[in-house]
C-alpha cells in the first residue's frame, strides 16, 4: 500500500487573497493527500518550520502579491537552514513566466503557471514523491523539423543548391504513407514529407494549408513509458503507442490542442550496437 502524501500548501508573506490556495487544496485532498494549510500572511520561517513539524513531503506555495521572487527563494532557504532542504518546494499563482526560470534556479523544484489543471499538478507531486514512479525528463533535442512538400525532387533544389545543405538519405515510411529526405542542419534535421498517395496524412494536409512546416519532432527515451504517462495525465494524444517511423525509429504523434496548435512527434531511435 502506498504511503499517503503530505503536503502543506502556504500563502507567504502580505498576500490577503487564498481562494486559488485553497482550490489546490482541495484538489489535493481529492487525490488522497493529506493537506496542511496554513492560512495567510505566513513568513518564509513559520512555513519551514510547519513543514518540518508536520513532517510534510512536499510545500506548495501560492502567490498573488508579485513578491514571490523574494519570498519563494526564502522558504527554500528557510528549509535548508533547518536541514529540511530534502523537502521540495513547489510554487503557483499569479506568476509571469519569465521569472520561472530565475524560481527554479533558486531551488524551487517546479513552478506552476495560473492555467495549470489541478490534475497536472498533483500527478507532479505524486510522481516526485514516490520513488516507484517516474517524472518524465525533457527531451533530448529537436530531432528535425518536418516539412510538407508536393515533390521531393522540385523541393531538394532549395535545400541543396540555396541552402547548402546535404542530403543524407531517402526513405519511405509506409505507416505514415510519405517518402521522407532528411538534410543535416547543425545538431538537428529538416525532414521533407512527400505524399505516397491521397490517403496519406501529408496529402491532406497540402490539400488544407498548402505547402510547409507540418511538425517538430522531439528525441526522446523510452516512448511508450513517456506515452502511458501523457495519457494518464489527459494528454491529447493521436497515437497512445509507438509506431515504425524513418530511420529506423518508434515515433507517435501528440494531438495539435495538446501543444497549442503544434504538431508534435515524439522519435526514439534504436540503439547503435
Known sequence: MKKQIRALIAKPGLDGHDRGALIIAQALRDHGMEVIYTG???????????????????????????????????????????????????????????????????????????????????????????????????????????????????????????????????????????RVAFLKIGETRLELLEPLNEESPIHQHIEKRGEGIHHLALEVDDISERLKQYKESGVALIHDTPKAGAHDSQIAFLHPKAGHGVLYELCQYREKE
Open 40 to 178: 495567510l500572511r505566513q513568513s518564509p520561517v513559520q512555513i519551514a518550520q510547519a513543514a518540518i513539524q508536520e513532517d510534510v513531503d512536499v510545500v506548495g506555495l501560492s502567490s498573488l502579491s508579485g513578491a514571490h521572487k523574494s519570498l519563494f527563494p526564502k522558504v527554500v532557504q528557510a528549509l535548508k537552514d533547518k536541514g529540511a532542504e530534502d523537502i521540495p518546494v513547489i510554487g503557483g499563482g499569479v506568476i509571469p513566466a519569465e521569472d520561472i526560470p530565475y524560481l527554479e534556479g533558486q531551488g524551487v523544484a517546479k513552478i506552476f503557471t495560473s492555467g495549470t489543471p489541478t490534475e497536472e499538478i498533483a500527478k507532479y507531486i505524486e510522481k516526485m514523491v514516490d520513488p516507484e514512479e517516474s517524472l518524465v525528463a525533457a527531451p533530448k533535442k529537436i530531432a528535425h523539423i518536418g516539412i510538407a512538400v508536393k515533390q521531393l525532387e522540385a523541393a531538394l533544389p532549395f535545400y541543396q543548391d540555396v541552402l547548402g545543405l546535404k542530403l543524407e538519405n531517402v526513405e519511405e515510411v509506409t505507416s505514415e504513407q510519405v
